[in-house]
């Protein structure tokens, strides 16, 4: 066994998958935001408005650093917001192999 020291374990990062929570009351249809971290928008009567504060819910969430976006959102199943694990690995193995032909 080798004391080498292990990359610090992210915590397990909270998923954020926003979406447009239908529902109705007496002025009729409501939409709301609704997001898996538990954000709720308030309800309003038009659905642009809803859609709102979801773009501001996601504006608002941290940056992923570069060498963390996913390079292939469909088959890894990550959002812009989200950093991708897969692909950060693929990156580092790019680099040691960059090192190694260099
Ligand atoms: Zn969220
Ligand atoms: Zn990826």
């Given at each position: 066994?080798?004391?080498?020291?292990?990359?610090?374990?992210?915590?397990?990062?909270?998923r954020?998958?926003?979406?447009?929570?239908?529902?109705?009351?007496?002025?009729?249809?409501?939409?709301?935001?609704?997001?898996?971290?538990?954000?709720?928008?308030?309800?309003?009567?038009?659905?642009?408005?809803?859609?709102?504060?979801?773009?501001?819910?996601?504006?608002?969430?941290?940056?992923?650093?570069?060498?963390?976006?996913c390079?292939?959102?469909?088959?890894?199943?990550?959002?812009?917001?989200?950093?991708?694990?897969?692909?950060?690995?693929?990156?580092?193995?790019?680099?040691?192999?960059?090192?190694?032909?260099?």
């Amino acid at each position: 066994m080798s004391a080498k020291t292990t990359p610090p374990v992210p915590v397990a990062p909270v998923r954020h998958r926003p979406q447009i929570e239908r529902g109705a009351d007496a002025c009729g249809k409501t939409y709301r935001l609704a997001c898996t971290c538990g954000t709720r928008g308030e309800e309003h009567c038009a659905r642009h408005l809803a859609e709102w504060d979801l773009n501001e819910h996601v504006a608002g969430l941290p940056k992923v650093a570069t060498g963390q976006q996913c390079r292939d959102p469909k088959r890894h199943d990550r959002r812009p917001w989200e950093p991708c694990g897969l692909c950060e690995r693929q990156e580092l193995l790019f680099d040691l192999a960059a090192e190694v032909a260099s």
